[in-house]
């Protein structure tokens, strides 16, 4: 009978459980900025097939290879568009190259394969061709069994309606609503800082508890914190990258500059906010004897660590963020002067405290600093 309650407690969390794992895979398909770029691709694709059918000579007979050329072009930004379109062309020109290579040597077909499909991922190595190297082996596969006898035709059909489908793709995103990331790559920063925020600021919360704390929310968090930090990375990238060559970001009055100079100061912060909630959870868990905290040393710590997560509220904010550093220098020069008192006293995880807590004042008063 016991073990019932347990059970049917238990479905309903797994079930809650499934449902935030679903929600998480399916959501970002279905983003605004993922539904419009569907959209796009989708245009490009049929505006290129149809394009691509009115080549002239007998080039038409290979439209069908326009739309690829269009899907391949569109990326989520302009410059990431432009750039995997030149370097497509490229590593097609190097296949279809290779090819007719292979086929001035008079060699048989499975040998002329063997030697045009081994250069071709050979020369695939050279990352500077970017997305473009997959498709040599590619080109140089399709020239010598899809072309065959026709070899030459075939080439320059595929090489022109591919082309067709990049330009065509390259149009489209450029004239319709080109993708500007900013509202992500802030919405990234915002959420590092509040982390950050609410670990110190819980940690504070535990130290004021009954020692050893009960309260080990903190510890969850903390776990998270470096995987936010890799999460933002990519999407502040996309933000930079999508400001060039797009004409609508002349329109935006938006630093993303900005953006990755936090996002490189919160890795920092993170990597000290880490360390601090680690000595803290030594001397809770690991060797009470020896690191515990001192009981006249957890209110100075816990303010400090308080005061901490005020200034990088104001950093957030952009309020009384003079006033905020002033009050966190304050804070720590008040545990430094206890810690001293108590030097006789096993306490090194509040040395390492407040090391980290000095270097995290010093990176916000730095970013501070550069922005003014």
């Known amino acids: 009978m016991s073990d019932r309650p347990d059970a049917d407690e238990a479905q309903p969390r797994s079930t809650r459980l499934l449902v935030s794992e679903l929600r998480q895979a399916v959501v970002p398909a279905f983003t605004p900025s993922r539904i419009l770029i569907a959209l796009k691709t989708a245009i490009a694709a049929v505006s290129a097939w149809l394009l691509g059918a ?6 038409d ?7 690829l050329g269009a899907l391949i072009s569109m990326t989520p930004t302009l410059m990431g568009s432009l750039r995997s379109s030149v370097q497509t062309v490229v590593g097609l020109a190097l296949g279809i190259g290779l ?3 292979v086929n001035a040597l008079n060699v048989p077909a499975i040998v002329g394969v063997l030697i045009a499909v081994g250069a071709g991922v050979l020369i695939a190595g050279f990352r500077s061709l970017g997305p473009g190297r997959e498709y040599v082996p590619i080109a140089a596969l399709f020239v010598l069994i899809v072309g ?3 070899a030459e035709d075939y080439s320059l059909g595929y090489l022109a309606q591919m082309g067709v489908g990049m330009l065509v793709g390259v149009l489209i995103n450029v004239l319709v609503v080109p993708p500007l990331y900013f509202t992500s790559s802030s919405r990234e920063i915002t959420r590092l800082r509040t982390a950050i925020v609410t670990t110190v600021t819980d940690i504070a919360d535990a130290l004021e508890e009954s020692w050893p704390p009960k309260n080990v929310a903190w510890q969850r968090q903390m776990s998270s914190l470096s995987t936010m930090v890799l999460d933002a990375q990519p999407i502040v990238d996309e933000a930079q990258e999508s400001r060039k060559i797009n004409p609508r ?3 935006r009055d938006y630093d993303v500059q900005e953006d990755a100079d936090d996002l490189d100061a919160l890795g920092r912060l993170t990597r000290h906010t880490l360390d601090l909630g680690e000595a803290i959870s030594g001397a809770i868990w690991f060797d009470p004897v020896k ?3 001192p009981a006249e040393l957890c209110s100075p710590l816990s303010a400090a660590l308080r005061r ?3 200034l990088v509220r104001a950093w957030e904010n952009r309020d009384q963020e003079e006033n905020a550093a002033a009050a966190a220098e304050k804070a720590l020069a008040k545990l430094s002067e206890k810690f001293d008192q108590h030097r006789g006293v096993p306490s090194s995880a509040v040395g390492a405290v407040i090391f980290d807590l000095r270097r995290m004042l010093t990176i916000v008063q730095s970013r501070l600093r550069s922005r003014r």
């Open 54 to 59: 009115h080549l002239p000579g007998a080039l």
């Open 61 to 67: 007979e290979y439209a069908y290879y326009a739309p």
């Open 99 to 101: 090819a007719w290579a």
């Open 148 to 150: 065959g006898p026709q």
């Open 249 to 251: 970001a002349k329109r």
């Open 291 to 293: 690191t515990a905290i």
């Open 308 to 310: 901490m997560g005020d």
